[in-house]
């Protein structure tokens, strides 16, 4: 928030708008060494400093979701997925920005899509909504990026954000262990191999 506060300006679609424009700039013009304005950023400081908090706090996050659910290799994806999606993210704001993005949403993506199949599982109804909500913002926004839509795409960008760490601070701190204690490991395989 520090860091959008004094952005100077620009965006894509206008180089003289003044401040962060939060229908036209996406988060990754705060890390600019010059605003797209061609001012001095001030920001690009505040920027990487979040950037190097973010994806620590997603890595405890999912390492203590991992602890919750029952099945161990589902578990140790969310948990190693999400500690290696710190080294990814962090390196979004350098001039990988395009590929570490790639890799850094699908294991942040990967790690979510595995707690929302152990979520539909439980009678954490509410969740169930947020978590299939998330996703299809989430999938939305890959589409505009597909089609390079980039009228919507830096919108999408805010919500998809809004509504995944919305989704991750209620799963932290309001689901436990006992939540997923009646989803048994390894039923999927006696149903496979049944059918």
Not at 94 to 101: G, K, N, R, V
Request: charged content about 15%; hydrophobic content about 50%.
């Amino acid at each position: 928030m520090i860091a959008i506060s004094i952005y100077p300006g620009g965006t894509m679609f206008d180089e003289y708008s003044i401040g962060f424009d939060w229908k036209r700039n996406f988060m990754s013009n705060l890390f600019g060494t010059k605003a797209l304005n061609g001012a001095e950023n001030p920001s690009k400081i505040w920027a990487y400093t979040g950037m190097i908090l973010l994806p620590f706090t997603y890595a405890v996050f999912f390492i203590n979701m991992s602890k919750k659910i029952p099945e161990k290799k589902a578990g140790n994806i969310i948990k190693y997925g999400g500690i290696a999606n710190i080294f990814f993210t962090f390196l979004t704001v350098t001039s990988l920005h395009d590929i570490m993005l790639i890799i850094s949403t699908t294991l942040f993506w990967t790690c979510l899509v595995v707690i929302t199949i152990f979520i539909l599982k439980t009678r954490l109804h509410l969740f169930k909504f947020l978590c299939i909500i998330s996703l299809l913002v989430f999938y939305y926004s890959v589409y505009l990026w597909g089609i390079s839509d980039w009228s919507l795409l830096p919108v999408m960008q805010k919500v998809n954000f809004v509504s995944s760490t919305l989704l991750i601070l209620g799963l932290e701190y309001y689901t436990k262990q006992e939540d997923f204690a009646s989803i048994k490991p390894g039923t999927h395989k006696k149903l496979a191999t049944n059918h």
